[in-house]
């Protein structure tokens, strides 16, 4: 069964498998923070769902990092789109106490370090929560990320987000399920544990 990715800038991607299209960390305002942003006629079609991003079936995001999650947009998204389904984590969902309380927003809540399976739209997610890649003097240690395992018609997707260089957390997971497209962090290759990752994970495919 084929599956199509869309880049929209940064991490942002949107996947196509089955008939089914999600929007994973693509509402972002990576320019406040070094990144790039959606470009504008790509930003206004993902708000107006036009092609090709209509017929979303969920959004997900995997922490609260402006380059990943912006949450004026995602309000603004939820305006135009009420029927949605997003899922952020709670640091998230915290940025948007009127769409909580609309039902529009999905919270990833603390378990932890335990990890939370649902089904959004006939799509099976399952999160596993990891601490952030370290930044400078061990800065984003206070940040949960959580890595997203989404099955597809049996097809398994993993998006780590900026989840940090942990080979045997990885592992763990690569050992419960056979990944088939591994979405790999473009930092995970200019570092040594980054790429035994990689190669511990043994997808079939990886998105880069």
Known sequence: MDARVTLIASNGV??????KKLLLDALHNGKSVGFSNPPADVLEN??????????????????????????????????AHPEQTVLVPKDC???LPEMVSRGNISTIHDFNGGNISLD????????????????????????????LLIIIAGKKFLFPGDADFNVD?????????????????????????????????????NVI
């Open 93 to 95: 969902a915290d940025m």
């Open 120 to 147: 959004i739209s006939g799509i099976k997610v399952t999160t596993y929560e990891s601490s952030h890649i370290k930044g400078i003097n061990n800065s984003y240690s206070d940040i949960k990320n959580y890595c």
């Open 14 to 19: 949107m996947l196509e498998c089955a008939g």
């Open 169 to 205: 957390f990885c592992k763990n997971i690569a050992d419960e399920h056979d990944i088939d497209v591994l979405f790999t962090n473009p930092l995970y290759l200019n570092r040594p544990r980054g790429r035994r990752i990689i190669k511990a994970m043994e997808a079939k495919h």
């Open 46 to 79: 993902i708000l107006n769902a036009g092609l090709p991003f209509d017929n979303i079936s969920c959004l997900l995001f995997t922490h609260v990092h402006p380059d990943h999650f912006h949450a004026p947009l995602v309000a603004q998204y939820i305006l």
